[in-house]
């Protein structure tokens, strides 16, 4: 029993963010709903999946990014490098901290996240010394629902949107499949 402790806790300290080793939670957590699953992607401009993550139900999505955006690759039809930046990222406010905010800008991405209400609020209390108010492109950012239509492709898949599978690996597995169907589609 032991020596079923001791390669569980070694699994746990190898997880990778291209979800290679399954995490000790198997990604799933308590949330309002219950026991879920949150899947994170990036996807391109026609709502095909490029990257594929999953986390914890109750796992805030703001950490996600950063793996997600290193794990993106998208090569390219003739010579040259595979492409690993995206011109713009559109995102909901969850992804709208300043870590990634400024992660978005150092790696020259374009950012199409609200601002939080909170932050207007703390900087408008803060008068002249709290700044000048985030770029934010209203019009680009009403194409962020070629996100959430991906997502309703991908539940039109009943394993994917009830979480039928135990492990975090077989769960994306399942999500990868989709998107590849979605891609030959």
């Known amino acids: 029993m032991s020596n079923y402790k001791d390669r569980r806790s070694e699994s746990d300290e190898r997880d990778e963010p291209g979800g290679r080793h399954e995490p000790g939670d198997h990604a799933i957590g308590r949330s309002r709903g219950g026991l879920t699953t949150k899947t994170h992607a990036l996807v391109d401009g026609r709502g095909l999946p490029l990257v594929i993550g999953v986390t914890p139900g109750q796992a805030h999505d703001s950490p996600a990014l950063p793996r997600l955006l290193d794990e993106l690759c998208v090569p390219r039809l003739g010579p040259g490098r595979p492409r690993t930046t995206p011109t713009a990222l559109r995102g909901d406010k969850a992804y709208g901290g300043a870590k990634n905010r400024n992660l978005l800008h150092a790696r020259g991405i374009t950012v199409v996240i609200p601002e939080k209400s909170d932050a207007i609020a703390r900087r408008k209390a803060k008068g002249s010394a709290g700044g000048r108010p985030l770029d934010f492109d209203a019009e680009d950012y009403k194409n962020r629902n070629v996100v959430e239509r991906a997502f309703n492709k991908l539940k039109n898949w009943r ?14 597995g399942g999500v990868v499949l989709a998107s590849i169907v979605l891609w030959l589609s």
């Open 159 to 172: 394993g994917i949107a009830t979480r039928y599978d135990k492990h975090a690996l077989v769960y994306r």
